[in-house]
Structure formats: structure tokens, C-alpha cells
Nanobody, 125 residues
Framework: QVQLVESGGGLVQAGDSLRLSCVANDYTFGAFAVAWFRQFAGQEREFVGAINGRDNTAVYEDSIKGRFTVSTDNAKRTVYLQMDNLKTEDTALYYC??????????????????WGQGTQVTVSS
């Protein structure tokens, strides 16, 4: 069973940066598709960005393009979400998710087999 553990969340001010980490316990993690989702209070999870571990191609949700970057360190079995120029509307619970399947639509949450427990990001004005 693949387990994912997120970390790096916290309370920051608007304009600050944070880097979230998602660490897996599986040594084949580099072959996974890994995504970041976020969930605003009282709402469904929404897609943030994803990376294909096999070729390091990434896709992003339009509203965060240019501010957020997904990257991998396969040696550390870790996927990162670098978040720059944070805004108050980025306040949410952030999750990483993974699947070994090659995805044509990485934005769909139901396609992911493994999820972390989430890490809270709070951006104050």
C-alpha cells in the first residue's frame, strides 16, 4: 500500500512563498503520476497541478499558472509544490495524490489511487 505524507503547510502573509512536500513510501514513486489538489472550506477538492513522474511533464490549473510549480526528486521519493506570491484565496487544505496509471486527464480526482492526509495553508492579508 502506497502511503503519502504531505508537509510544509502553515500560516503566511499574502505575497509570501511556501513549498509543500509529498513523500511516498514506495521506491517506484518516480514512475507515478502525482497531483496536488486543494479543498476550500465546505467545497469539493479542486485540481492544482500534476506531474508525470516518467517524463516530468506538468500541467496546472489556470488560476495558479505562473505562481505554483510542481517538481519531483525521485531519489527522495518526493514531489513538491512550490507556491509563490500567495494570495488569501489560496487558503485551503492541500492534498497530494498519486497513481501508477498514465493519465490523459490528470485533473480528475477520482483517477488517483493514493492520497495523503492533507496539509493546511493559510494566507493572511
Amino acid at each position: 500500500q502506497v502511503q503519502l505524507v504531505e508537509s510544509g503547510g502553515g500560516l503566511v502573509q499574502a505575497g509570501d512563498s511556501l513549498r509543500l512536500s509529498c513523500v511516498a513510501n514506495d521506491y517506484t514513486f518516480g514512475a507515478f503520476a502525482v497531483a496536488w489538489f486543494r479543498q476550500f472550506a465546505g467545497q469539493e477538492r479542486e485540481f492544482v497541478g500534476a506531474i508525470n513522474g516518467r517524463d516530468n511533464t506538468a500541467v496546472y490549473e489556470d488560476s495558479i499558472k505562473g505562481r505554483f510549480t510542481v517538481s519531483t526528486d525521485n531519489a527522495k521519493r518526493t514531489v513538491y509544490l512550490q507556491m509563490d506570491n500567495l494570495k488569501t484565496e489560496d487558503t485551503a487544505l492541500y492534498y497530494c495524490a498519486a497513481t501508477i496509471t498514465i493519465l490523459s486527464t490528470p485533473q480528475l480526482a477520482l483517477q488517483y489511487d493514493y492520497w495523503g492526509q492533507g496539509t493546511q495553508v493559510t494566507v493572511s492579508s
